[in-house]
């Protein structure tokens, strides 16, 4: 029994040893008595596996930044970076988080060269991927399609979804690299419809207001939410706010980001 506890433990500490030079080869040898040329093959084969796939999850981040300064990020977040998750697509996901804590701490002395918007940017990315591939809930049969959007409870889908971001991160790209943020917070409702494409929305901040009383509040009706958002407002012609709302409501009902209705309970 401890002859096998010995080996158990051996074998721990030979795949420990092999698995911290494959992440950091330049400070930490490889195993003695595994040849370099087989090492290299591991080496390259796992760092290029970590680079495409990052590179298909943040096409815009890996196209703007220049090519040596993205592979340095993710040789940095390779190294470094503990993950939480062994599934390889939530790899993006760990992505984020190093950008948001490792990255964003001042752990690496080169991050002063990271472009501002850098988290948003890699956050507005992920947030379409996993939109793409969210899993559809299963239909509500008690939703009416076409119910009337004011009188009842408009239903919000649960592939839209509702971010605010300081820096305009659709307009970013190679030849649109803002140094600022905006003067005021940006949102953006990203959804999918009914063909699966994922599509965005600007919102400014009254109908950002608005999704957020439809997707929280389940009692009430859409009249209620936009006399909620003229009380907000202190607005002195409340029934010019429910009819400009209206139409917002249709426009996204229209879109799939409402699906229908369902009547107020009392």
Known sequence: MADTISKVDTLRAQ???FAAHLRDPENVPPPSDIEDRRMAIYR?????N????????FPVLSDLLEDGRWKMLIKDFYRDHKSHSPLFPDMPKEFLDYLANERASGQHSDNQDDPPFIYELAHYEWIETGLALAEEPPANPEIDPMGDLLANRPVTSALAWLFSYEYPVNEIGKDNQPDLPAAEPLHYLLFRDQTDKVNFLK???VSA???EILSTNTSFSGQDALAEIAAEMSHPESAMVIASGSSILKQWHNKGIILGTLPIKL
């Open 50 to 57: 970590v680079t495409n796939f990052l590179c298909q999850s």
């Open 203 to 205: 919102l400014n901040i």
């Open 15 to 17: 795949q420990y040893k």
């Open 44 to 48: 390259n084969l796992f760092i290029n």
């Open 209 to 211: 207001r608005l999704f």
